[in-house]
């Protein structure tokens, strides 16, 4: 095509011309029918196409075509998809003067080959018009093919999006035409003329005429216009995967899950001896009583101190889990630890749950779309996430699912995958190192979105991998629950009337009574009483365990028409459970419970006749990946307990610790159950056991002492609060020997020997115990009270049993007198039964059997009224021995505090009184209780925290104090006393030179009221702790302090949080930190001390005390500790101080390693701003927290960080042994970084 093909409409011209020569040369229009235009010799000899952009808004339009496409087949499909977009075009051109022409053009491009640029002027005509205006439109239909590759069993959507961009343009066409141009005409009749003539005579009035440079003439022509023109098409293929082939795996792999655990789980065989009978689910399952353990902190307005304590919350079910105001988290627990002693019914209740959830009946099955059981003594070393569920959840008719298609499924349906993990206790020590999978799922590095479920008995170690977001205790069955489950047992054999037998039989046997609240021997007592109502007599675990033993030994031996011997087993059975009990002993010491067969076989043991008495069953393994023949135990515990009876036979002949390689107490737990059973088994073996658990006590329990045991949060004093931080290794320890108690007293109840009383009294120099978690251990104890006639100390402690009942159950226990003894019964939230005052009859025989005993109540309720708190009083009158009372946050007014006062003279033993947080006492109730002071001289610990009381109050309390000359810790804190009360009190503190412990926080005193009180202190040289936060006494107050703190070289605790000091202040007492040699806790925290102040406090903190020096003089070889360093100091709090940025927070993260016993540290920036700390000074503190050992909870709210050093300090914590919490502001963590780590706390 030539440029002049563009121009088809010239030959309208062209012909107008010829019909005006015709007309002049005929002189009548005749001719007026173009025929044809002979342009042969027509020449464009110049031409010049110019375009440019016109203004800079955009038009943009959009088209989206999609389709669902479908492939049912195992290949790949390729489908063509077609979008199609009709287009319109429409086009007006108009003549302007001088005969150049405008046109406007809007035009409207499908997707095809347009790209980018001008290319559109190639698509459009320009026309000439003789009329003013014309107008053309057009429709085009193009489209666009697309071909998509759809893989085997998916389904996609695909969707082709065009974005087109339009905008005005202006273009300009100059062309120049030389030569001859034939036309011919017709008129009516047919008859035709050619005319011929030169292009430049007849167009010379549409253009301008030129000479070229051979001099030939040539008319010019050229149009200006504008058009709407298209810069750009975006096009974008989107493939949504509606369904995929791992969907269908999914499907299939759910239904199989579902469908086996319907087989394998539903019912269960409760005697092995029995292969003919079993049991569902749905029949026998009874509930069990749940326990969630939390740990939380309450706090007052920020200005309270933190207190950390344990609670128990009993559960409907685990649904209740997914309650925020149950557990009080903001989002579903990842982690649920289920604990349990042996026999408590874990696995069974697991295995319901797994049921219940395939079905979706509850919570968590609703919640999760794959629910996995996995039996953790099953798992191998080395062995895969993905192998375990191919092992033990999955069919093997199951086709098309392998290990890869297993990993693809739980990596596509993570937030939905269900891990039910059964008995850590039973995982073999070579699955639980670090690096395998069980860990690493447990800590999160494995499926970190998944939900795990995990059941252990106690203290199996689930915790080192992982702090599980809630903590649940199976209590075994309430008394309700019991009568039910020995209903449905005995309606299952269709002998009902057993259970009422049974149930009246066991009334009265308070032995056997604290055993059938555990599933596996109250199934067991079902057991015997169906088939031996004389064997249900004992209440040891051994005894039923040996009677149901007796009773699968004579049933065989009537099968087998084998003669019973009148006393003890035939021969045969002995020897072959004995050889038995030596192969569960070798397994449970290597942490299992299955035997090979193969293994057994090699040893000559008669496993058939083992098979025909029941102990065992013979099973293959539920693990497809190693698949083998084994005998199985019914229980863990009964393995145990043939272990046991070996040992006891062994222990005859060899030494126990190289017997059962009890080298410490954590091995000791391990085989606890095991200990129990051979101390039941064997009088003699019972004694040598003892003999080494207390060789065993005095090795890892001697540095402990009675004060340490006041301190551990679930045995702490009512009254007593815990004013210094204890040391991990303490609080590890009191907790270990907390366990070892009960395990003695377990060993007592088993075998109740004189000799074995005497070796556990040796083993326990003090007994603390929980009477409402332990009751099961009321037998033991009351043997112990009853023969014990030793120095020893007892700590009981009930949270349930009113004051009356406890009294009395105390009685009970002690039926003859013990002057030796001293027993702390500590009821805390107790309620008193006012319309039951304690008997004088008990008064009386406690006073005589335990004048050791000493009583400490906290009590729970509203005591506003004048006669309730009466009633209150005719019950504490009676008891016995009352030491502390806690009334706080009881409501109590003047009128209602009046008859407690009165009463003080029948408590003349009391040394702690508490009355916090009662806002109506006010001044008023000051003077109520002045009176009242002179009756209890032996008063050492006096909290008067947040009771409105002013000056006057002050001032009228405080000549009353004279009393309490063996005052330790007096606390005022909360009450606006003002310097003018703090006079008043100044009068009588050098008086109390026992104090330790003086709490004067929020209480209104300025630089003037410690410019009065400093002179006093410096006689209360025993001061341990001193609190004067949240008191405006700025630079000055610290000034004058600081100068007498070499008097007080006592001092562990020195709270000065919110007191207004700067650098200036923090520089006095830098000048005397030397002499606080004992310092443990530091809280400048909330102040405007700058980066120089805060790095030379931390500088000088740093340097070790003289008390270090002492323990580890230089040259020292056996100093363990690094150089220079600070060993006392526990716990700093440098945060929130107004003028410290990151640079002085970064050089303190270079410092701190030098402070390696520190358990608390708070680094947390000012409010406002924040503090930066740079990738360099985070990385000194990730490099720092290692060298902290004993760091539990680090504060680095208010900081900001850059990503690279957030993730270093995170991955430090998460690794650190102990450290359990990081704090850190939410809206200051960086983008994209991870935040999953369990310690993180945002």
């Given at each position: 095509m030539t440029d002049l093909d563009r121009f088809t409409d010239l030959d309208h011209i062209f012909a107008q011309w010829a019909q005006e020569k015709l007309r002049k040369k005929f002189r009548k229009p005749k001719y007026k029918t173009l025929v044809a235009v002979d342009a042969k010799d027509l020449s464009v000899e110049k031409y010049e196409e110019t375009y440019h952009r016109e203004g800079g808004t955009e038009n943009v339009t959009y088209n989206e075509t999609s389709e669902d496409l479908e492939n049912n087949s195992n290949t790949v499909e390729e489908h063509v998809m077609t979008a199609t977009d009709t287009t319109k075009s429409s086009y007006e051109w108009s003549q302007t003067k001088g005969y150049k022409l405008s046109a406007s053009m809007s035009v409207n491009v499908g997707l095809p080959d347009i790209g980018g640029g001008l290319s559109v002027k190639g698509g459009a005509e320009f026309q000439l018009f003789e009329k003013k205006t014309k107008k053309r439109e057009m429709e085009?239909?193009?489209?666009?093919?697309?071909?998509?590759?759809?893989?085997?069993?998916s389904k996609v959507r695909v969707s082709i999006r065009t974005n087109k961009k339009v905008h005005k343009m202006g273009f300009s066409l100059k062309f120049c035409l030389q030569g001859k141009v034939s036309v011919q005409m017709k008129k009516k009749s047919g008859k035709t003329k050619t005319v011929t003539g030169d292009v430049v005579d007849i167009m010379q009035k549409y253009g301008t005429v030129e000479t070229d440079t051979n001099g030939k003439r040539r008319v010019c022509l050229s149009i200006e216009g504008t058009f709407e023109g298209m810069t750009r098409i975006d096009r974008k293929v989107n493939t949504t995967v509606l369904s995929s082939k791992i969907d269908k795996d999914t499907d299939v792999f759910k239904t199989s899950v579902k469908d086996y655990y319907k087989v394998k789980l539903t019912s269960f065989k409760p005697m092995s001896w029995n292969d003919g009978f079993s049991l569902t689910y749905d029949e026998i399952f009874t509930e069990l009583e749940l326990v969630q353990i939390l740990k939380f902190k309450t706090k007052k307005e920020s200005i309270q101190s933190e207190a950390e304590r344990e609670q128990k919350q009993m559960l409907n079910s685990l649904d209740d889990l997914f309650n925020p105001d149950v557990t009080g988290l903001s989002t579903a627990p990842r982690c649920i630890l289920i604990e349990g002693e042996a026999g408590g019914g874990k696995t069974?209740?697991?295995?319901?749950?797994?049921?219940?959830?395939?079905?979706?009946?509850?919570?968590?099955?609703r919640r999760h779309d794959l629910v996995l059981f996995i039996r953790l003594r099953e798992v191998g070393e080395g062995e895969t996430i993905e192998e375990m569920v191919w092992d033990q959840c999955v069919p093997e008719t199951t086709e098309g699912v392998d290990v890869q298609s297993i990993r693809a499924i739980l990596q596509k349906n993570e937030s939905r995958v269900l891990f039910l993990l059964d008995g850590y206790d039973e995982l073999r020590p070579e699955a639980r190192a670090a690096g395998q999978a069980i860990p690493k799922l447990l800590s999160g590095k494995l499926y970190p979105n998944s939900t795990i479920v995990i059941t252990s008995r106690p203290s199996a170690g689930v915790q080192q991998h992982t702090r599980p977001d809630c903590h649940v205790h199976i209590m075994g069955f309430s008394r309700r629950h019991v009568e039910k489950y020995m209903q449905q047992y005995f309606t299952v054999l269709e002998k009902q009337e057993l259970a009422n037998t049974l149930a009246e039989h066991i009334k009265d046997k308070e032995l056997l009574n604290t055993l059938i609240y555990i599933p596996i021997f109250l199934m067991l007592v079902c057991v015997l009483w169906e088939q031996d109502q004389k064997m249900v007599s004992t209440g040891t675990m051994t005894g039923l365990y040996d009677n149901l033993l007796t009773c699968l030994v004579r049933k065989h031996c009537k099968r087998e028409a084998v003669a019973m011997p009148t006393e003890g087993l035939p021969t045969e059975v002995a020897e072959s459970l004995l050889q038995l009990g030596k192969l569960a002993l070798e397994a449970l010491l290597r942490n299992k419970t299955l035997l090979d067969l193969t293994d057994v076989e090699k040893e000559n043991v008669n496993w058939e006749l083992l098979l025909k008495l029941g102990v065992v069953s013979l099973e293959l393994s539920s693990s497809r990946s190693h698949p083998r023949k084994q005998l199985n135990f019914s229980h863990k515990t009964m393995q145990e307990f043939l272990a046991g009876r070996y040992v006891a036979h062994a222990l005859l002949n060899q030494d126990i610790v190289e017997l059962l390689q009890?080298?410490?107490i954590t091995k000791v737990f391990e085989l606890s159950n095991l200990l129990q059973f051979t101390c039941g088994c064997d009088s003699r073996a019972a004694q040598a056991v003892m003999e080494e658990l207390s060789n065993l006590s005095k090795k890892e329990f001697s540095h402990l002492q009675t004060y340490d045991f006041q301190h551990v949060s679930t045995y702490s004093l009512i009254m007593e609060m815990s004013h210094l931080p204890v040391k991990p290794e303490i609080k590890k320890s009191v907790e270990a020997y907390r366990r070892f108690v009960l395990l003695c007293l377990d060993v007592l109840n088993e075998t109740k020997e004189p000799g074995v009383l005497k070796t556990v009294s040796r083993a326990l120099p003090v007994i603390i115990m929980d009477l409402d978690r332990h009751s099961n251990k009321n037998a033991a104890l009351k043997y112990y009270m009853k023969n014990i006639k030793s120095s020893h100390r007892m700590i009981l402690k009930s949270s349930q049993v009113d004051v009356t009942k406890a009294l009395q159950y105390l009685k009970q226990i002690v039926p003859s007198p013990i002057p030796a003894l001293k027993v702390d019964l500590r009821l805390q939230y107790v309620h008193v039964t006012f319309n039951s005052p304690v008997p004088d009859q008990t008064v009386q025989h406690l006073q005589h059997c335990l004048p050791g005993l000493r009583v400490d109540l906290k009590l729970f309720g509203q005591f506003n009224l004048l006669d309730k708190t009466a009633r209150l009083v005719s019950v504490l009158k009676n008891v016995p021995g009352l030491r502390a009372l806690d009334l706080s946050h009881t409501e109590l007014t003047?009128?209602?505090?009046?008859?407690?006062?009165?009463?003080?003279?029948?408590?003349?033993l009391l040394e702690e009184l508490n009355l916090s947080y009662n806002t109506d006492l006010g001044d008023a109730g000051m003077e109520v209780l002045q009176v009242g002071l002179s009756s209890v001289p032996h008063l050492a610990v006096l909290r008067l925290g947040w009771v409105s009381m002013t000056a006057v109050g002050m001032s009228s309390l405080a000549p009353f104090m004279r009393h309490l000359v063996r005052l330790r810790e007096l606390d005022i804190t909360g009450n606006k006393i003002?310097?003018?009360?703090?006079?008043?009190?100044?009068?009588?503190?050098?008086?109390?030179?026992?104090?330790?412990?003086?709490?004067?926080?929020?209480?209104?005193?300025?630089?003037?009221?410690m410019r009065t009180l400093v002179p006093t202190l410096c006689q209360l040289t025993r001061l341990i702790k001193l609190d004067i936060s949240y008191n405006d006494i700025g630079d000055p107050g610290l000034e004058c302090l600081s100068a007498i703190l070499h008097h007080l070289t006592a001092m562990k605790v020195l709270d000065l949080r919110l007191t207004g000091i700067s650098d200036r202040g923090i520089s006095s007492l830098i000048k005397a930190l030397p002499h606080l040699v004992q310092l443990q806790v530091l809280d400048v925290s909330g102040n405007n001390i700058g980066d120089s102040g805060i790095?030379?406090?931390?500088?000088?903190?740093?340097?070790?005390?003289?008390?270090?020096?002492?323990?580890?003089?230089?040259?020292?070889?056996?100093?363990?500790?690094?150089?220079?360093?600070?060993?006392?100091?526990q716990e700093l709090d440098i945060g929130r101080n107004r003028g410290v940025t990151g640079a002085g927070l970064g050089r303190v993260a270079q410092l701190i390693s030098a402070l390696p016993a520190l358990t608390r540290l708070n680094m947390s920036g000012p409010w406002y701003p924040p503090a930066h700390l740079p990738d360099a000074a985070a990385m000194a503190l990730a490099e720092a927290l290692p060298r902290l050992p004993a760091l539990e909870r680090l504060d680095l709210e208010d900081i900001s960080m850059e990503l690279a050093g957030f993730q270093a300090v995170v991955q430090a914590a998460e690794e650190h042994p102990t450290l359990e919490e990081l704090h850190y502001s939410r809206e200051r963590v960086p983008e994209g970084a991870d935040t999953t780590a369990s310690c993180l706390r945002l």
């Open positions: 085009d239909s193009r489209g666009h093919q697309t071909k998509v590759d759809v893989q085997p069993w069974t209740f697991l295995s319901k749950e797994a049921l219940d959830a395939v079905s979706q009946k509850t919570e968590l099955g009890l080298t410490s003047p009128s209602s505090l009046q008859p407690l006062v009165q009463a003080f003279s029948h408590m003349s003002g310097d003018s009360g703090l006079e008043s009190l100044t009068t009588v503190l050098p008086i109390f030179t026992a104090m330790q412990v003086l709490g004067l926080r929020l209480i209104s005193i300025s630089p003037t009221g790095v030379s406090l931390v500088e000088t903190l740093c340097q070790p005390s003289s008390l270090d020096m002492e323990q580890n003089p230089p040259g020292d070889k056996s100093l363990t500790t690094a150089p220079h360093c600070n060993t006392t100091l």
